[in-house]
């Protein structure tokens, strides 16, 4: 699987962005779908994944109630919508696909990684 992430920018703190991963290779929607993000000097961690079916979300703590994570299985992309962002919302961006049955969140879980994409949220 070949994953493309895109949409990233610079956004002021309060704003709305959506990033899109695009995917090709695989059956898409045989695929969790997990976005990560990595801040300077910090580890990657968790920020929400999705099912295959698209029909189950999972977030982090920190992200909970401001990011929407949704799939479009024809168009084998899957978004992150993010709203009332944060300066610390900022980091980069990666999708991530794990060919495991259950939603897992941490990076092992996942065999395939897009590139990243940066968000940056001014203050």
């Known amino acids: 699987v070949q994953l493309q992430a895109s949409g990233g920018g610079l956004v002021q703190a309060g704003g709305s962005l959506r990033i899109s991963c695009a995917a090709s290779?695989?059956?898409?929607?045989?695929?969790?779908m997990g976005w990560f993000r990595q801040a300077p000097g910090k580890e990657r961690e968790f920020v929400g994944a999705?099912?295959?079916?698209?029909?189950?979300?999972y977030y982090a703590d920190s992200v909970k109630g401001r990011f929407t994570i949704s799939r479009d299985n024809a168009k084998n992309t899957v978004y992150l919508q993010m709203n009332s962002l944060k300066p610390e919302d900022t980091a980069v961006y990666y999708c991530?696909?794990?060919?495991?049955?259950?939603?897992?969140?941490?990076?092992?879980?996942?065999?395939?990684w897009g590139q990243g994409t940066e968000v940056t949220v001014s203050s």
């Open positions: 991530a696909a794990s060919s495991k049955v259950y939603v897992v969140m941490v990076t092992t879980g996942y065999n395939y």
């Open positions: 290779g695989r059956t898409f929607s045989n695929y969790v």
């Open positions: 999705i099912r295959g079916s698209g029909g189950s979300t």
